[in-house]
């Protein structure tokens, strides 16, 4: 098992900014892709950002630009860095963890609201 613990969510102004952590322990060898996933109130999950156990990045088109994901393996970290907030940005902030052909695992999640 994987466990998966997120810090870092809060109430920011819109325009600010915010750094999400997500600390990974327990069976963490293997582990391939990490990523941030949000649901907001009345919506699906969606895919913020991932990075590869490589480095490779991938973003939602509504934060391209804004967002940054970074991965520290020595650490089994991964990091969002969140500019220019936006209100539509509100959500639960979800880390999740892949290991290829063995499934995925979740945090709790973090809030995080941006007011206008």
């Known amino acids: 098992q994987v466990q998966l613990v997120e810090s870092g969510g809060g109430l920011v102004q819109a325009g600010g900014s915010l750094r999400l952590s997500c600390a990974a322990s327990?069976?963490?060898?293997?582990?391939?892709?990490m990523g941030w996933y949000r649901q907001a109130p009345g919506k699906q999950r969606e895919l913020v950002a991932a990075?590869?156990?490589?480095?490779?990045?991938n973003y939602a088109d509504s934060v391209k630009g804004r967002f940054t994901i970074s991965r520290d393996n020595a650490k089994n970290t991964v990091y969002l860095q969140m500019n220019s907030l936006k209100p539509e940005d509100t959500a639960v902030y979800y880390c999740?963890?892949?290991?290829?052909?063995?499934?995925?695992?979740w945090g709790q999640g973090t809030q995080v609201t941006v007011s206008s």
């Open positions: 999740n963890a892949r290991k290829y052909g063995l499934g995925y695992y």
């Open positions: 327990g069976s963490i060898f293997s582990i391939n892709d």
């Open positions: 990075i590869t156990s490589g480095g490779s990045t």
